[in-house]
């Protein structure tokens, strides 16, 4: 090869790779900017929602627990049940992973009640833990998907899907996306970094919040992603016309909910199965993520751990994306 050859050959070289980054970086941009206009949208319909309030009545909330019952006086459709464990305690603010209203209502910790009413605060370590147990399965999936979206490149077109209902029998928390491949066999380094951000969502102790909108914002929120505008139609039209968002960081995703109060009630995690379900158009496919985890402060022995992880990497039984859809169940995400 010739000298100008060589020099042209390194200056093509240099353009494609130019150009290959200019690509990464443009589809970078365009996720980001999807991302920044979906959270100003959550944000500016939050505030305005809390701005239609108006004149702001006091309701009587019977709080019934430890260290004794107890009757707050609370502002309307503004105080939540962790403004009243505020009342109590660091340490119910700190324990307190879901509320139950009259006994039978599961609430988010952040969401605004709605009426004088009882309030339990509920953690892991109550005698019937179902309730939790299942807000607890349906957060990680949700992180599930926040994870998702942060470990994976641009170029793999990662979209996101839907997550199934909790079903703790299952052995697994789940979360179905697309790629733009046929053929992906993740290495146990990708499952492990998918693992570890979900482990630094936990450590950020980042706030999980619960926002109610027409049918027509969370079209103009999801509008470039495929498969939650497909979706919202018939979430809405189950709902009276509204939808359920769910936002922790900059992750917003449909749920009817509930779930925990925050990312830090995540403790020992791991994702450690993807199953290919299905072929999706031409060159993509639908994959089954799978994972398992523990709350916070609970222990486990690495056998009895390593019991559960072999368990949660067997293909989760709930509905797949391309099994049809049965009318009497709720279309809402989870």
């Known amino acids: 090869m010739t000298m100008s050859a060589t020099k042209l050959h390194k200056i093509s070289w240099c353009a494609l790779r130019q150009l290959q980054q200019y690509r990464t970086k443009a589809n970078f941009s365009a996720g980001s900017a999807s991302i920044a206009s979906r959270n100003e949208l959550f944000t500016q319909e939050q505030r305005r929602q809390r701005e239609a309030i108006g004149r702001i009545d006091k309701i009587e909330v019977r709080y019934l627990g430890l260290p004794e019952d107890v009757t707050l006086v609370m502002n309307n459709q503004i105080s939540t049940p962790f403004n009243c464990a505020q009342h109590l305690s660091e340490g119910h603010c700190r324990r ?5 209203i009259d006994g039978s209502v599961p609430w988010d910790m952040h969401r605004p009640l709605q009426e004088s009413c009882t309030l339990q605060l509920l953690n892991f370590n109550i005698s019937e833990p179902h309730v939790v147990n299942k807000a607890f399965w349906r957060t990680c999936s949700f992180m599930l998907g926040a994870a998702l979206t942060r470990v994976f490149k641009a170029e793999a077109k990662l979209q996101l899907h839907s997550f199934p209902g909790p079903n703790i029998k299952s052995g697994s928390f789940v979360h179905d996306i ?5 053929s992906w066999q993740p290495t146990k380094s990708e499952m492990r970094a998918i693992s570890a ?3 630094k969502l936990a450590a950020q102790d980042l706030r999980i919040e619960r926002l109610d909108v027409q049918q027509e914002l969370a079209q103009e929120m999801f509008k470039d992603s495929k498969y939650k505008s497909e979706q919202l139609p018939s979430i809405a039209q189950q709902s009276n016309g509204r939808v359920t968002l769910y936002r922790l960081g900059d992750h917003i995703d449909i749920s009817r909910g509930p779930m925990v109060a925050s990312t830090h009630f995540l403790g020992k995690c791991t994702v450690g199965a993807a199953h290919k379900v299905a072929d999706e158009g031409p060159a993509g496919a639908f994959y ?9 402060g609970f222990k486990l022995n690495h056998v009895a751990y390593g019991f559960l992880e072999e368990r949660s990497q067997k293909l989760n039984p709930a509905r797949l994306p391309h099994e049809p859809f049965e009318e009497h ?6």
């Open 96 to 100: 307190s992973a879901l509320a139950l």
């Open 197 to 199: 951000e979900m482990i």
């Open 329 to 334: 169940q709720q279309m809402q995400l989870s």
């Open 178 to 182: 697309v790629l733009e491949t046929q």
């Open 288 to 296: 089954r993520i799978q994972g398992v985890a523990l709350p916070c």
